[in-house]
């Protein structure tokens, strides 16, 4: 007897009470429809992610008000879609058949993905999808216009509405040990508030004395970063930077806007954003290779994952640690300015001519307590995200008061990073997180991004030792291809721990970050052995088990 695919067999007539029924589906036929199903929810929520793009670009003032709307009727009819019985109905039926799929595949993921996507999505009413989605459109306008006038006032009722907002979400998936914890489990799956306080509190007691090791000797000179440089120019050479890295424009641009972001609309149109700033040369660079990094991954993501709920990064952390591998430990390397510098000093030969290399890379890497969570360099950038996810459990929990946010941010910050803010432009308002979106999860992805940075590069760098002398040589192709073949082709066919175990070998762990900056700031601060931290012992790394 010839061997039958499980499929085959699903789709054999049927008998009851000696009369025959229509022939059941297959399961081919069923998985098709799943993925129609599934790209019309895609589409939905594209054309919502494209008026979100264009009311951070180009939209008119007068816009906001109808933007609100139509982003709260696409959110709601995906919503809807996402929710509907006959789906659920379909992905049960089809739940047996992928089991019998490698789990590997592609097939069988999507029906994994797909079940558990659901699952959370039934939990959440469409109205509150609709409420919620209009308000944040409505609060992003106002933030645009409070931070510029550094009047935190106006921005008090909107997130007061945003917490409300926030914990009724949570609501839909208790029981709970914490009410962030359902917004932390979307932004990155398995982790908890808990988990991430542990993680919080030995990456502190790691930094904090490296910091103060660094700040207690003289400021490295920046003020080669802080002249004049023309937009447009800052501009050209930021976005030839970008495409020498990998970022595809035949499937993605560059725009300007408040706060840069990258935003995935299909395989084929992945954009990103930056801001100018003419006294500040890092500003548009470091922004657009942080964006660039994210388009880099959403570009890699293998083509026939498109329109599919695995065809994005898998979490808002590992997408974090593409921002900063390719922001910090590849584009502020001594190696990319031995290969970047003299073209940029050619643009720049008034201001930079008689600016050394070796002073640019200093510069670049400068380490100082800063009030700006954007403008802070890697070691201090943590101190800045702890301080915000802190801020969010307090609020949450209702021992924060949002009219005391500013009061309580101005003591964090003293606390933390030794410097506060004068003025809420620089304190509260400097973020639009929690004005374009809920509160709770919207921080910790950066600080595991960090770490994860360094874990992968030192993978890809294990698997091909030349890379630095490629980067020194504009080479970037070998550790692109790397991080495509073991982390962007997959989208999110797995969960965060297994992409990052069947990438690195290991899951999450501290101690190669840590490695990464001992190393550079040593050099770079000629700090003594040791470096100001310990490396944690082996049971203190494996902060994603």
């Keep these: 007897m010839p061997h039958i695919r499980k499929s085959q067999r699903l789709a054999r007539p049927q008998k009851t009470a000696g009369k025959p029924v229509r ?4 399961a081919e036929q069923m998985l098709a429809e799943l993925k129609r199903r599934l790209r019309e929810i895609s589409d939905l929520n594209a054309a919502g992610d494209l008026l979100s793009w264009d009311q951070a670009t180009y939209m008119p003032e007068g816009g906001a008000p109808a933007r609100g709307r139509q982003r709260a009727m696409l959110n709601r009819l995906a919503h809807e879609r ?5 789906l659920g109905s379909l992905i049960d039926a089809l739940a047996r058949y992928g089991e019998s799929l490698p789990y590997d595949g592609d097939d069988a993921s999507l029906i994994r993905v797909a079940r558990r996507d659901y699952q959370k999505k039934v939990k959440i009413p469409p109205d509150h999808v609709a409420r919620a989605s209009a308000h944040f459109s409505a609060s992003y306008d106002a933030w645009t216009k409070a931070r510029p006038a550094n009047n935190f006032a106006p921005m008090v009722p909107y997130l007061e509405r945003t917490l409300d907002l926030s914990r009724e979400y949570s609501s839909y998936f208790a029981p709970y040990h914490h009410v962030a914890d359902p917004h932390i489990d979307d932004a990155d799956e398995g982790m908890t ?4 306080r542990t993680l919080f509190d030995e990456l502190k007691c790691q930094l904090v004395p490296l910091v103060h090791a660094i700040c ?3 400021v490295a000179d920046d003020s080669s970063l802080r002249q004049s440089f023309a937009k447009p120019a800052q501009f050209d050479f930021a976005l030839h930077v970008a495409q020498c890295l990998g970022y595809d424009l035949k499937r993605g641009r560059l725009d300007l ?18 801001r100018v700033n003419e006294t500040d040369l890092g500003d548009a660079l470091f922004s657009t290779l942080h964006e660039a990094g994210h388009a880099m991954y959403e570009q890699g993501v293998g083509a026939a994952l498109d329109g599919t709920p695995l065809g994005q990064g898998v979490s808002a952390g590992v997408h974090e640690s593409q921002s900063r591998l390719w922001e910090n430990v590849v584009g502020r390397s001594r190696g990319f300015w ?3 510098y003299p073209s940029l000093r050619r643009i720049f030969a008034e201001q930079l001519s008689g600016v050394s290399l070796a002073a640019f890379h200093r510069g670049i890497n400068k380490v100082a307590r800063s009030l700006i969570r954007t403008d802070a360099d890697e070691l201090t950038y943590n101190l800045h995200i702890m301080l915000r996810f802190d801020l969010e459990l307090k609020m949450l929990e209702g021992k924060l008061r949002v009219r005391d946010l500013p009061e309580a941010w101005h003591a964090a910050m003293q606390a933390n990073l030794g410097i506060a803010p004068s003025d809420d432009r620089d304190g509260c308002l400097q973020d639009a997180h929690w004005y374009s979106g809920y509160i709770g999860g919207r921080f910790q992805s950066y600080a595991i991004g960090n770490i994860l940075s360094a874990q992968f590069y030192a993978a890809a760098h294990k698997a091909h030792p030349d890379i630095q002398h490629q980067i020194a040589n504009g080479e970037f192709g070998t550790l692109h291809t790397w991080l495509r073949d073991n982390l962007y082709r997959h989208g999110s066919k797995f969960t965060p721990n297994d992409l990052v175990k069947r990438a690195t070998g290991a899951v999450m762990q501290m101690s190669p970050y840590l490695d990464y900056l001992h190393k550079k700031y040593s050099a770079l ?3 003594p052995a040791g470096g100001g931290f ?3 012992a082996a049971g203190d790394r494996r902060a994603m088990e």
């Design 23 to 26: 022939n059941r589906r297959s």
């Design 338 to 340: 031995e290969h970047f």
């Design 534 to 536: 310990s490396t944690p």
């Design 525 to 527: 601060y000629r700090l």
């Design 257 to 274: 806007t408040h706060h840069p972001f990258c935003t995935r609309f299909s395989a084929g149109d992945i954009r990103i954003t930056t």
């Design 82 to 86: 996402a929710v509907e019985p006959a």
């Design 193 to 196: 508030a808990a988990l991430i």
């Design 216 to 218: 207690a000797q003289p």
